[in-house]
Each structure stands twice: as structure tokens, then as C-alpha cells.
């Protein structure tokens, strides 16, 4: 997929989440979707780093990244699984 259609999709997902923000009339609209779409990148960085250790690893991708990004750590929880079975 191209690298390009993945950022806007991730862009297009960031503005969702951004307008249902604004809709629930939150103090800090932009700062609660950021702070939303981090968990999920900050576990797959966590597996990412600790493969050394633990033998199992995610790719870090665009398409893992926006996994990560829009599901959080039951994505991340996903992608385990799968590269598991594969």
C-alpha cells in the first residue's frame, strides 16, 4: 500500500477523533485525541524494544502504525496474535 494513502488515512482518522472532541465539548479538544492515539503506538514500540529479550516482534510499518494507532493495544494484542499464526 502506498505510504502516502496510509498517512491520509491516519490524518483522516486524527480528524474524526478531533471532531468527536469538539462534538462532547471537551476543554482540549486536539490534546485529548493525541493523547488517545498514543498507547497503542507506545506498545508497539515496547514490543519493538524488547524483542531482544522476549524472541517476538512486530515489524514496525506503516500499516502496523496505523493498526496501532487506531485500535491501541487490543490492535497491537492483534498483530501478535497474527504474526503468530503466520
Same mark, same amino acid.
Given at each position: 500500500?502506498?505510504?502516502? +494513502?496510509i ?8 480528524l ?5 472532541h ?9 490534546? *485529548?485525541?493525541?493523547? $488517545? ?8 514500540? @515496547?514490543?519493538? @524494544?524488547?524483542? +531482544? ?7 514496525? $510499518? ?5 493498526? $496501532? $494507532?487506531? @485500535? *491501541? ?7 501478535? +496474535? ?5
Amino acid at each position: 500500500m502506498d505510504p502516502k +494513502i496510509i498517512i491520509a488515512l491516519c490524518a483522516a482518522v486524527f480528524l474524526l477523533l478531533v471532531i468527536v472532541h469538539i462534538i462532547m465539548r471537551t476543554r482540549h479538544p486536539v490534546r *485529548g485525541a493525541l493523547l $488517545s492515539l498514543l498507547p497503542g503506538p507506545a506498545a508497539l514500540a @515496547l514490543v519493538d @524494544l524488547t524483542s +531482544i529479550w522476549t524472541g517476538v516482534s512486530i515489524p514496525v $510499518s506503516p500499516l502496523n502504525l496505523a493498526v $496501532s $494507532s487506531v @485500535l *491501541g493495544i487490543p490492535g497491537v494484542t492483534t498483530l501478535l +496474535i497474527v504474526r503468530h499464526l503466520l
